[in-house]
């Protein structure tokens, strides 16, 4: 500043980088095609031209040459100001502390420049601990049922500090586990029914500037729906009760295989051994797992027949009041025909009929509805146990006909109404 005596440097230094977050100085944003690198400025120092003074035409202080202790003293000024014109004059200087890392962990502060004519300035450095920023992942609650697939599981993650998001800072997606109520985690491909804890789990880059604090999600596995119907049963009065079945829907993981015991059956109204129908009423069904289902029990019903009122006589006489329609049935009816019980539920029929044999074993194959022309029918056998069919008579036109079966003692008929 005195000719001679003292060279102040000028590097230019944008503003923004002084005061904006850097990610990594290394790869600093250039601003106005200038940036600090490693300490180094990328443009070479130039001193003040024209003998314009950096303070009202004068030395920084005191109107004197800088001193030993004012030695290597760096001067940041706006990039505007070192091509102002040459009566402008620069405003007042503010010293400026300066530390070396902002990232987690122990940095240096170096104190800001003091100048002082009366004074000899010595430095010491500073300490500065960075603490780690609290980083909280909290799993998001979810519902399943038992048996399914378990659901998608997300989380949230809050704290991020100035720019920072999870590309930045999480090495990797996040993982998740499962645990019980005792707090032991849980393996099994198949969760049975309850609660469970979503325990998160994320790796952070290195170094890391922050430590994770984790909140568990909950997974409510409900019970899924199971229906246990009694099977609909047909017997003759006198007949002895036929044994009860049931039909489950709603199973899962083959566990229809882990029934204890059940369902036991009762009969509404209590069963005397009349002509009638009954109510077949299901329930104490025992699981090795109860827990996992929720049991909703459905009735069956017991048709038993009186038998007179649902056989045909082995001569085939059908009360109708056409005799060709008589003669046709009567032919039908008399081809090898046997006195074996047959039981029709429900007569009349609207969309499946059941036909009973009692205690006579037959082949389903040899079940043929006929109508009084004695035209064979179109009907679907949707249901073949030992000594009983299940016919779809629902297309059939409303009318009589016959139903012609063959059992292990021969052939025989009985009449059934569609309505």
Request: aromatic residues 8%; hydrophobic residues 40%; charged residues 15%.
């Amino acid at each position: 500043l005195v000719s001679g005596a003292t060279t102040t440097t000028i590097v230019d230094v944008p503003l923004e980088t002084i005061f904006n977050y850097q990610v990594n100085d290394e790869s600093a944003t250039l601003v106005n095609g200038r940036a600090l690198v490693s300490g180094r400025a990328l443009v070479s120092g130039r001193a003040l031209v024209s003998g314009r003074a950096l303070v009202s035409g004068s030395v920084i202080v005191n109107s004197n040459t800088v001193g030993n202790n004012g030695e290597k003293i760096v001067v940041i000024v706006d990039a505007a100001d070192v091509s102002a014109p040459p009566a402008d004059v620069l405003g007042l200087f503010k010293s400026i502390n300066l530390v070396t890392g902002f990232t987690a962990g122990s940095h240096l502060i170096v104190p800001a420049a003091l100048m002082s004519e009366n004074f000899e300035t010595t430095y010491a450095l500073g300490n500065l601990n960075i603490g780690p920023a609290v980083l909280t992942i909290k799993a998001d609650n979810k519902k399943g049922e038992y048996g399914d697939e378990l659901p998608r599981f997300t989380s949230t993650i809050t704290g991020y500090k100035y720019d920072d998001d999870s590309i930045k800072v999480v090495n990797g997606a996040t993982t998740y586990s499962l645990r019980n109520n005792a707090n032991q985690p849980v393996t099994s491909g198949v969760l049975s029914s309850g609660a469970y804890r979503i325990v998160p789990s994320i790796q952070l880059f290195v170094p890391a500037n922050y430590t994770v604090q984790y909140i568990y999600g909950e997974l409510t596995v409900t019970r899924a729906s199971l229906i246990v119907k009694a099977d609909n049963k047909v017997v003759f009065e006198g007949d002895p009760l036929p044994e009860f079945t049931a039909t489950y829907t709603g199973f899962k993981n083959n566990d229809q295989s882990t029934i204890l015991s059940g369902p036991v059956y009762k009969l509404d109204p209590a069963f005397t051994g009349a002509a009638g129908q009954y109510s077949i009423v299901p329930s104490g069904l025992q699981l090795l797992k109860p827990n996992n289902y929720s049991i909703k029990y459905q009735s069956g019903v017991l048709f038993v027949h009186n038998e007179r009122e649902n056989s045909v006589e082995s001569t085939g006489s059908v009360q109708e009041n056409n005799t060709a329609l008589m003669r046709k049935a009567k032919a039908i009816a008399e081809q090898e025909s046997v006195s074996v019980k047959i039981g029709v539920y429900p007569n009349p029929v609207e969309n499946r009929l059941t036909v009973s044999f009692g205690n006579t074993r037959f082949t389903g194959t040899d079940v043929i509805v006929y109508d009084l022309l004695g035209r064979i029918q179109p009907v679907k056998k949707i249901g073949i146990t030992a000594n009983s069919v299940v016919l779809d008579v629902k297309a059939l036109n409303r009318g009589t006909y016959i139903v012609r079966i063959k059992s292990s003692k021969g052939y025989t008929t009985t009449k059934i109404i569609k309505k």
